[in-house]
């Protein structure tokens, strides 16, 4: 049997850094949404991730993307979409041309507290990010989530 070197590679200490930052910010948004909007991070990506969809051509996510969106599986994300249609934040129903596939979309309910839930994550995330960048082992990571734009950023 080999006796390999304890010490992480860089590689792997660069992992650990950035799942600890991920698990912070996670963390402290969690508190937030929960105590201000009783939403967990999850149901608020998911009211995120479908509340950019429109109707007409490619306007609407198979759930298969919609679990890719929100990093979950596809049963934890039905699972999650009855929990919030249940809650009366989401709505189901059949596609128009295809009787086979059924859409999701944000309610009324659900886009009113998306919206008052939105500043919450924003300041929160923001809170989470200045707290980690006085870390000097995840200040470099901050740097580079703050670096990141979106195409409709730009």
Do not use: F
């Amino acid at each position: 049997m080999n006796v390999t070197d304890p010490t992480p590679t860089a590689l792997a200490q660069g992992w650990c850094a950035l799942s600890l930052l991920h698990g912070r910010i996670e963390t402290h948004i969690e508190h937030a949404l929960q105590a201000g909007h009783d939403l967990s991070v999850r149901e608020y990506s998911l009211l995120n991730t479908l509340s950019r969809q429109y109707d007409g051509p490619g306007g609407h996510l198979q759930m298969k993307q919609v679990a890719e969106a929100v990093v979950l599986s596809q049963s934890a994300t039905t699972r999650l979409v009855t929990r919030l249609e249940n809650r009366g934040l989401l709505n189901r129903y059949l596609c128009p041309t295809d009787r086979r596939g059924i859409y999701t979309e944000v309610s009324e309910a659900g886009s009113a507290l998306l919206a008052e839930a939105r500043p919450t994550h924003d300041h929160a995330l923001r809170e989470a990010l200045g707290t980690a960048a006085e870390n000097p082992e995840l200040a470099p990571l901050v740097r580079a989530v703050e670096a990141v734009r979106t195409p409709e950023a730009v």
